[in-house]
């Protein structure tokens, strides 16, 4: 059988060895934590909490203030210092809740976790989104959003994105080695929502362990199984994974339940069993510390609203002075340019470099080798859409399929003539989706 | 606040190959052919080789020069252009003639109309074309030392018998780079291997070439014939490093296809029915011309709506 896959992509050097085999390390805050209302698409959570409060580990600060949104909590003990903006990793300032943290760790009265079979679809949902859950993979759409399509019954696979396929994060390795009861009880509690779904763990083949591991686990489960895909960036992009999976392709404007899928990540569907199972809101995530900059590249389990710079510290500091720090993976991850921001429920690794491929690399102009078409998993033609977008051509932009880029960054990785391809299109992107926002 | 990290947008890091590495590579993969011409065709050779490319290197550093835009020869692109053209020339040449050659295919072809990547089509074939119409004496001169008779094609088409072996070797008349064709096969597999290039153009172009010959050439099939077109004239030097020009060829993989057929059919044309027994050269720049309609008809589809699989 042909290896489950899709056309285009890239193969970077993936840089997974310096951290694959660090067992998950749970990392204490000592400093403040600072918990950005916005750390999720849609509408910034309500602070339900005022300066000088104290708070408890695992009581809700902030609730949700629309339907699209999500609710956020404490992740520790202590007193709430502020509730100003600070700065995040894209650069913007967030309005934000800042907690003193007072070391003492000291836990709110859990509620009493209602028995799995008691509880009704409702229930179930209502309890994800109560939780504080998002899509834990990077976007931070709310899940329970994901889990509510109009018509559940037709959704015929729910599948687990376990591609990882972003190079240097190893998150989601260490969980499905780690954890995989949970991963495969969320993948349960989420199939109980369908009906008529099977469930899928999607695991690229450079992880020929998890997939043993999770075969193996998952032998007498009728409804599960596991997919091994072929390693190549970017299979985790949603739309990308359900083709490899199903062979239905979606276009930008669809969503996953049209193609009669529910898509969620690693992380993600752990958090899914701890909130239904466990009664834990979300409250930690892992993230990856690495780069050649770091003295030891680690897997942290993080609570929260952990300060980034300690994250460093916990990982030995710097051996050499980085140039490039990077939240998330190098493909789709934010440069920031300085550690002093919070962890949030989206951030998957802190990559530190000593050099920047970007900056060294002058642009030149394009020799049209073809090369971003045949790199492009979106079938858009980077080259065309860049012209457009750098001569602010919006109909050309549009009738070239612009929009169905999906920012995945392959156009400017394999540029010879090193042009910012993706830059350009993705602000281009950013422009008409703001504008059609307006309409 | 010096210790500030770069910032920029993603992807964060990028792949090694750049514009210099490939138009080095292709100068390697070139090497062969020149230095079989150089040993075919001696002294005279080389000396017509280091002119073209010391004339297309220095053109464009002093237009660039005088148009105060920055110098661009560190990509090799002149170089590429440089070799091209003198391994088109014939050893016969007087210098001046890659003077001019070299002059025109930087100066008028690529630079006037905006340099690197926007030239229309190959500098080093548009300077070769614009040299045949203009000194076909000088350009049609095979008459060496070693072969006193007609280049093989022109020999083929005059109905004479040709020796195969010979031509796959190299050891005929012709233009410096491209009587040898097993010289030619090896550096073409040394980008195909780079994967510089692919077999999108060069095969669609010699299978459509080879079935037009079938069709149209007279001989049905009759395998020395065959042989005797594939490996005379320009064919191979133009089917692996000249059609496959990035600047100059379709985006598209489909209008690659559809690029590859139309120079096969372009180039039997010129060869069967044409006065000349050449034609590679104007079925490429013609090739050239169409680019921009080939690549509007065949944009592909997007992922999700209908262009997944392809």
Known sequence: ???????????????KDLSKDKPI?????????????????????????????????????????????????ATVSGTVKAIEPRRVVTGDNVMSIVVENDGLYEEVEWPEVRPFEELTREDKINIIKEAGIVGMGGAGFPTFIKLSPKEPEKIEYVIVNCAECEPYLTSDYRKMLEEPDKLIGGLKVSLSLFENARGILAVEDNKPDCIERLRELTKDEPKIAVKALKTKYPQGSERHLIYAVTGRAINSSQLPADAGCVVNNVDTVIAIY???????????????VTGDAIAEPCNFKVRIGTNYHELVEEAGGFKTPPVKIVSGGPMMGFGIFDLDVPTTKTSSALLCMTKDDVSYMEPSACINCGKCVEACPGRVVPRLLADCAEHYDEEGFLKNNGMECCECGCCSYVCPAKRPLTQVIKSMRKMQLAKKKKK | MSDLMKVSSNPHIRSKVTTKSIMLAVVVALLPAAGFGIYNFGLDALILILVTIATTVLTEYLYEKAMHKPVTIG??????????????????APWWIAVIGGVFAILVVKMLFGGLGQNFMNPALGARCFLLISYTSIMCNFQTDTYTGATPLAALKAGEDVNILDMVIGRTAGTIGETSMIAIVIGA????????????IPGTYLVSFIIFLILFGGHGVDP????????????????????????????TKKGQYLYGIFLGVLTGIFRIFGPSAEGVSYAIIIGNLIVPLIEKVTLPKAFGKGGERS
């Open chain 2, 75 to 92: 990509d090799f692109s002149a170089v590429v252009t440089g070799l091209l053209l003198a391994l088109n020339l014939p050893s016969t």
């Open chain 2, 224 to 251: 020395a014939f065959i042989s005797a077109h594939l490996a005379g004239g320009g064919l191979m030097l133009g089917a692996f490093f000249m059609a496959t020009d990035y600047v100059t060829r379709p985006i």
């Open chain 1, 1 to 15: 059988m042909a290896k489950l896959t899709f056309i285009g992509g890239i193969h970077p050097y993936d840089g």
């Open chain 2, 189 to 200: 597999c040394f980008l195909l291997l780079l994967g510089v290039i692919d077999l999108r």
């Open chain 1, 274 to 288: 701890n909130a239904v199972m466990e009664g834990r809101p979300l409250m930690h995530r892992i993230v990856t």
């Open chain 1, 25 to 73: 390390r749970e990392v204490l805050p000592k400093g403040d934590l600072v918990y950005p209302l916005s750390q999720h698409i849609g509408a910034p959570a309500n602070p339900i909490v005022k300066k000088g409060d104290r708070v408890l580990t695992g009581q809700k600060i902030a609730e949700a203030s629309g339907f699209v949104s999500s609710p956020i909590y």
